[in-house]
Every structure is written in C-alpha cells, then in structure tokens.
RNA sequence: GCGAGAGUGGCGGAAUUGGUAGACGCACUGGACUUAGGAUCCAGCGGCAGAAAUGCCUUGGGAGUUCAAGUCUCCCCUCUCGCACCA
C-alpha cells in the first residue's frame, strides 16, 4: 500500500458491506417474483433443506450453486422464480422433542428461524416472500386432498403386507428407503413385519416413468441408469405348468421362453404357498425343515452376500405344458417371492444358478440352445450357456433362433391357453404408512359399517394435533389421542375411528416444487395460470443421494397431478444437476467423523462472498469438493485484491468518457482483448455446463492483466483510461453472481447509479476480442521445436515457408529430407522427415 | 457379477472438433519492502541430466490408428458410486 498517496485507502470490511446489501435486498424485495408472460421464465430450484438446526457446508455448496446461476439468468433478462422452503416433517424433530420434552412444532419453528438468518446471511437470493414449511397446515391440507383425490381414482389402496420395520424409528419405511437392508435414517437393520398400510400405486405408472427417462436428456445418465434399473422392466412369458396328481397349475415367469424345452426342474420361493403341495408327502418334514432354516438365514444374511445355492424336493411334481415331461419341484434358497410369481422353471443348461443348483443336487443338464458354432455337450459342460442362439431339441421350434422362437412359443402358449406374455417390474407401489407423530396425517376414516372411507373435502385439513405429549418410548400419541382419533363417518355419520398413521415425508416433498408458483393461494392447492406460466422447474439442483428416492417419487406426482387436472407438464424437472459431496480430509463432513466446517465460523472471519467464492472455485459442482482452509484463504486474497486494485483506481470513473479510442498503443489493446475474451470464456462456462471453477480462473486471469497493466498504485498510467475502465467494470460484473454483495459495493463505490443485480450481462464483441497475431508451434515429427509469431490470417503456404525456413527447425531437419509439411490454421505447421 | 463414472505435478483442478499438457489456485523455495510479517510485491516451481543453453521422459499400465493421442480403438489394472440370486 503506498504511504504517499493522498486518498485514504479503504479496507474491505465484508461485515458492513454484506450486512448492507442484504438489508438494501430485502427492502427492496429485489429477487421477488412475479409471472409476466412477455419475459421468458426460468425456473431454478434446489432441494429444499430439512430444518436440522443449522446449515452445513452441503448446503451452502448446493445453494451457492443454485444462486449463481439465479443471478445470471436474471442478468440474462430471464423471470427468475428462485425460492425457498422447509422439508419440515419427520423424525428428527420428533426425536429432539422427546429429548428436550417440547413440541416438535416448536423445535422445528425454531430451526427454520435460525437456518433462515443465516440463508440470508449467505447472501442467497431467493424470493422470501414464497417461503413453504410443510409442516404448516395450509401447506398439507391441499397433500391430503391429493390424496383423497388419488384414492378416488384407485391411485391408493390399504392393505396387510409384510413391510420393512424400522425397530430404531419404530416405523415402516418404503422399499426404497431400504438401503442393504437398513433403515435409510439411521442405519439400523430393517426386519419384515405384518402390517396394515396405505399404498400409493406408483406401478401404474411403472411404464411412463422409464420411457420418460428416454426424455429426460438434461439429467446425468447415472441418475436415469438408476431409475431405470429400479423400475426393472422385463418382459417375458408367465407360463402354467400343471402339478401332478392335483387341480392346481404352478404358474412362472421367464423371460427366456426360449428355454422352455430345455426345463429339468421347477423352483419355487420357501414363502410360496405351494409349499403346502409337500403335505401328506414323505419329504413334508424336511421341507418344513428346510423353509423354517432358510427364513431364519435370509434374516440374518448379509445383504452383500449371497447364500450358498440350496434346496429340497417338495415331494411334488408338474407337467411340462410343451414336453409333456414330469419335471420336479424344489423349494429353493435363491427365489424370491416378490419377483415374478416366485416360481421359476429351471433350465440349466441356459441359467448359470439352474445350472449350480442342479449339479448340486444331480439334476439333469439339457441343452436346447446352440452357439453359431456346435453345441454345448451336457456332459461336459462347467458352465450354463447363457447367450442366445439356435433352438436344438425343441420340437418343431428346433432350428429357430432364440429371439424368433421367443415370440414363437409366446404366440403357442397364447393360442393354448395356457399362458401369455408377460412385463413385470421390479418397482413395487409406495408404502406410505408411518407410525409415528410429526406427519402429515392421512385423512381416511374407518367405519364399522361403511368400510374404510376418505374425510370430506370441507374438513380438510385433518390438523396435526398440537396438546399432546410425547414419550420416551417413540409411540405417536396419535394412536391413543381420543380427540383426535374419534369421530363421525362421513357416510353414515356413525361413531367411527380417524386413521392414526401420518404420512411418509416424501409425500410433502414430491410437490413442494410446484406449489412455490403460488405458496399463499388459498382456492386450492395449484393455482393453474402460476403453474402454467412457471412449470417445469427448469434446473433442478440436489445431492446425488436423492437419484431414486425423491426424484422418482416427484416425478410419480408430476404425473398424477396432470391426471388429476391440476398442472399440464409430464416431467417436473427439465435439467438436473447432481452437486458432488464436501470432502474433508478424504472423507464425508459427519459429525461423526469429526471432520465438520461450520459455515458461521468462515462468515464471521472471512464473509460469505469469501465462502461462496472457494466453493464454487474449488472443484466443478458435480464432483466433490475437498475443503481446504488455505484454499479458503487463497479466495479471500483475491477478494482483497480486486478491492485494492479498484481502490487504487477509482480516478478512472470520475468522468472520463466511458468510450474506447480509436488509436490506442499495443498495451491498451492487448487489454479489451483479454477482457472480451474473459467475457466469452464467462459466459460459456455459465451457459455450456455450469463450470464455475474455469469461469473464476479466467476472471482472475483479467485482474492478473489488469495488475500488470495498471498496477494497485495506478499511477503507471500508459495504459488509455477508457480501456481500463472497461476492464474493471468487466471484472465487477462478471464476478456479481459469484460474490454478489462485494460486487455491489465496489460498483456503487465506483459511481455507478444503477444496481449490478438489475444490470443485463455483458455481450462480448468477437472484434475486440480477436487476436492479432498467434504463436504458432513449429513441430518436426510431432515434437514441438519451435514456434513463431505471426499475424492472424497469415496464408498456409506463407506459414510453410517461415516454419522451414526457421532457424531452430533447420537444425532438426538436417540433412534429412522433408517428406510432408502439415499445417494447421492459427495452431501449428508439422514437419515430416 | 451387471450398470455408471473416474484415474493428469506435492494438492485442488485446466486443456472446443485429436493440434503448445499442467491454465487458475493452494502449498513450497528464494528475494524485496519492513520494528514485525501469518500483509503485500517480484521471481521460481512435473521428473531426470546440466552452471546454462538445451536434451530426454511424463496424463494408471500395455498395444494400435495418425503427420500429431490426456483426447480415438482394443486389452489390462485401480478407485468411487449404484444395483445385485430379477428367473
């Protein structure tokens, strides 16, 4: 800093300058949104955040993400909807209202308020005015009209099932919040229990949602491999095989029908009930031996691995419907009943797990499909043939190749009667039941005499009670609350009894996204024309740990809804990104681990455009990011730096004239071309892939020339004071959705009248931003020896000539002869020799 | 096992369509300014050899295509994530 200077230099006090702009933000309601059909709309959303009490540094990645690509596309004349909410139901309040004994509304209340001050404090632009907390009545009445709405239409149903039970949460869970067989929440073993629940049939839409995935061309393919593989389309032949001695046919699935002349045995899940076909036979003891064993082992596997192939004869055998032969039935280890029909014909000689069961158990091995070239000899074979190929002992389909012969024995079993093509899915519908406090309750009543029948419309919302207590042992006192589960059937008005369940909280936030087009509309739950004009979400922005869970289940509702009448989109969100996790010392932040940042402590020492910066800097948003303390620092230097150098020269803004002379000396042209060409490299890493961490580079690739040009002392003064001028305000705009109050402050220091939030983007002039010369590499043998400065648009024939005739290159080529001479425009001329 | 992604200096990470590998930053080293420096500025910074000029090597490994390969093809290795006895 130089002494002598006269103007005192000020110091960047981030405190005062972020506490300004956000105050000047929020009264002037700068990021509020309203629909405006002569404006394109761009609608960008992040997952909304569970009020844990504080933020992490997850979060302030996410939203950081999320806030710059807000401001530019504000910047670029887009009607920005940027909101944000609270995914506010579930366990943990509930948990930490136990424990502190207060209400789970209240702690919840309380965790919004601190994580909404310290979003603000981030500098996060989003519109407050279309807060959600879903916890709020007005928020889930319109969830359990939804669902009324859905069980009219057959979309929901209850039932007694076996589900996955959560003895740590005390609570069931949806397959998909199974992760290896443990709760998704808090990492306890799941164990199947028998219970009534309410289901959602996200299986009626099992088809639209994967061929919706061939549409969704702006999310990560992992995420759609993901989906797709979940919903586990296949389809194939269901086939009866008739059973010895009975009136009962054992029916299967198989996508190989193919195989069907090839079947030694049939196996059947320990859970299926033809089980009971063993009864009355000598093998009823040991298969009853065998189902009770192999239960227990499938209880206590490990999920990643798999059980030694087993099995036992059921005593019992079937007719194969096209061979006529006497297959046997075993009960085996590796099927499972909720796959197919928990039937399977065996074929080992084509199924490498048919094949080990059957060499286990001395089963006949018969092949009926060949390779191109000879056959498998059952005699010797080691392993199953799994490929397709040519049928061989297959009746009058020998000869056929398997996908031919698939149709064909499709179309045979159809016209018998004693099968038909089949698709199953491994998704199943969507268990929603839960058995504790903090939900949504699910608005069903149950009448002795009228069955089980939804609440009326107009006594909507069933309210969540708040004069309750909770105790230790985790029971919602929903189940024993007479004022709230006794009422009045709404068909006969009868005594009847309220459900006491509540909802999953995926339920809230399956359309959370749609309801911030219009949070506070009272008519209902959509207010058509706010959703028409603002849906799909345009880029959606969230953990990866969501692929399956939340972003199938929206994806359902967005379907349901435009069924229902209520939005006109098939698809929620148009572009997904998937941020990568903060890293710490190569691991995860957890508590746990010990390894956390506590964003408070970065803000107060450094100010949240310093966090924001290096997160965004410190890796591209989909891959991780490992925090580095230094690396933060290294941020806030620079922060420091710009601040400095623009100090040092607020005299270019006091008046000189703001247009760019005409004969300016080379220093003060190289300059306008490094910005252009800065604003060119901004702006398509913003629009191409979100590349923050090359645009920051290349911004401070400018300050580096702006440094070396006019210096921090700004009295080197060679330089025209247009073109520096341009060059800085260049700086400030480009880094305004980055660091946006430091931005802010500087431009308004620097005589600016207008905000940098209402300011369009800068357009870059390719004129300006052109080279005038090149280096161009001179290559011999694809080894770089040389290179040349020459002028742009230079003639091919001209750079041949300067790359042969160059002293460096002369010394390579030697006595050797030239034999091809390559050139390639504005990069480079190869030398054969 | 199946599917997806990744492997580049001490570290985070850059490199349109194949065309100067290592931008930018961190760390480190030397120097300047200084009462001080954890501020700031200047210089250096992939490896090997060399005083230097410079040369050779270098994008997980190995082959190949090409005038030219981090980038394309084939084989192999490692890591991360997801699914996993799906009939």
């Not at 806030?67 to 909410?85: C, T, W």
């Not at 990560?220 to 296949?234: A, D, F, H, Y």
């Not at 869970?549 to 359902?556: K, Q, T």
């Not at 948003?621 to 941020?635: F, M």
Request: net charge negative; proline share 6%.
């Amino acid at each position: 800093m130089t002494e002598g200077s006269t103007e005192k230099i000020k110091r960047y006090d981030f405190k005062a300058i972020e506490e300004k702009w956000q105050t000047r933000w929020a009264t002037e309601k700068t990021f509020k949104a309203e629909e405006d059909p002569s404006r394109p709309k761009y609608y960008l959303l992040e997952m909304f955040p569970y009020p844990s009490g504080r933020i992490h540094m997850g979060h302030v990645r996410n939203y950081s993400i999320g806030d710059v690509i807000a401001r530019y596309k504000r910047m670029r004349g887009f009607n920005v909807l940027h909101p944000m909410g609270w995914d506010a139901f579930g366990l943990p309040a509930e948990n930490a209202a136990i424990k502190h004994n207060t209400h789970p509304a209240a702690w919840t209340d309380e965790n919004i308020e601190y994580m909404k001050t310290q979003l603000k404090g981030m500098g996060f632009s989003y519109d407050w005015d279309r807060e959600i907390a879903t916890c709020r009545p007005e928020y889930y009445r319109w969830e359990q009209l939804f669902f009324v709405r859905m069980y009219e239409k057959g979309l929901v149903y209850r039932k007694m099932t076996t589900v996955n039970w959560c003895e740590s949460c005390l609570t069931v869970l949806a397959n998909e919040q199974v992760i290896d067989g443990a709760c998704w929440r808090c990492d306890n073993a799941v164990v199947p229990r028998e219970m009534h629940g309410w289901f959602l049939k996200i299986t009626a839409c099992a088809d639209e949602l994967l061929s919706g995935c061939d549409t969704l061309s702006g999310w990560p393919e992992k995420v759609l491999t993901m989906q797709r593989n979940w919903i586990g389309r296949s389809e194939g032949l269901e086939l009866d095989f008739p059973v010895e001695g009975s009136d009962h046919s054992l029916r299967i699935f198989t996508t190989r029908p193919d195989t069907v002349f090839g079947v030694t045995f049939m196996s059947i899940a320990p859970e299926h009930p033809m089980v009971a076909l063993s009864q009355g036979t000598p093998q009823e003891q040991e298969v009853a031996e065998f189902v009770r064993r192999t239960r227990q082992a499938l209880q206590q596997k490990d999920p990643d691995q798999e059980l030694e192939k087993e099995g036992v004869f059921l005593g019992r055998s079937c007719r194969n419907p096209f061979t006529g032969e006497k297959i046997p039935i075993y009960v085996a280890n590796f099927v499972l009943m909720e796959y197919g029909t928990g039937a399977v014909m065996a074929v080992p000689a084509h199924d490498q797990r048919d094949f080990e069961f059957a060499t286990l158990y001395d089963i006949p091995v018969s092949v009926v499909i060949r390779p191109a070239d000879g056959a498998p000899d059952p005699e010797t074979m080691t392993a199953a043939f799994e490929e397709p190929g040519i049928l061989v002992n297959s009746g009058k389909f020998t000869g056929l190749a398997s996908s031919e012969a698939r149709q064909a024995i499709i179309a045979h079993a159809e016209a018998e009667k004693i099968g038909s093509a089949k698709t199953t899915y491994r998704l199943r519908d969507w268990g929603i039941s839960r058995q504790r406090f903090w939900g949504a309750p699910i608005p069903m009543i149950h009448c002795d005499a009228c069955g089980t029948v939804p609440e009326k419309e107009h006594n909507l919302p069933v309210v969540l009670p708040t004069d309750i207590q909770l105790d230790a042992s985790g029971r919602s006192p929903l189940h024993t609350l007479k004022s709230f589960y006794e009422t009045r059937c709404p068909e006969c008005n009868g005594s009847a009894r309220r459900e006491t369940d509540t909802m999953d909280t995926f339920m809230e936030s399956s359309w959370y996204f749609a309801r911030y087009a219009c949070p506070q509309y009272t008519d209902g739950p959509l207010d058509k024309n706010a959703v028409d004009y603002w849906l799909p979400v345009d880029q959606y922005i969230g953990g990866i740990e969501h692929a399956i869970l939340h972003l199938l289940y929206a994806r359902f509702y967005a379907k349901v809804l435009r069924d229902l009448g209520y939005i006109s989109i098939d698809e929620p969100f148009t572009n997904l990104l998937t941020q990568g996790m903060v890293i710490k010392d190569g691991a995860k932040m957890s508590k746990s681990k010990g390894n956390v940042v506590d964003p408070n402590e970065l803000i107060e020492r450094y100010g949240a455009d310093t966090v924001r910066l290096f997160s965004l800097f410190a890796a591209p948003p989909e891959r991780d990011l490992e925090w580095s303390d230094k690396g933060v620092e290294g941020s806030f230097r620079f922060l420091n730096r710009v601040f400095r150098l623009v100090q040092a020269n607020r005299g270019l803004f006091n008046g000189t004239s703001p247009s760019l002379p005409e004969n300016l000396n080379d220093q003060s042209r190289a300059l306008p071309r490094k910005t252009h060409q800065t604003i060119r490299k901004v702006t398509s890493d913003l629009d191409r892939d979100f590349h923050f961490n090359t645009a920051i580079s290349a911004t401070m690739e400018l300050v580096n020339a702006l440094v070396s040009h006019i210096g921090e002392d700004a009295q080197d003064q060679s330089i025209d004071p247009a073109v520096a001028r341009e060059a800085l305000e260049a700086v400030l705009v480009l880094l305004s959705p980055i660091v946006p109050h430091f931005c802010e402050e500087l431009w308004e220091e620097t005589g600016h009248q207008s905000r940098l939030s209402g300011r369009p983007w800068p357009e870059f002039d390719p004129e300006a931003a052109k080279e005038e010369q090149l280096t161009i590499v001179v290559q011999i043998n694809g080894k770089v020896r040389s290179r040349l400065l020459v002028d742009v648009g230079t003639p091919d024939d001209a750079l041949e000539k300067m790359a042969l005739a160059d002293e460096r290159a002369q010394s390579f080529i030697g006595e050797n002869t030239v034999r091809k001479v390559i050139v390639v425009k504005n990069k480079l001329v190869n030398i054969v020799i």
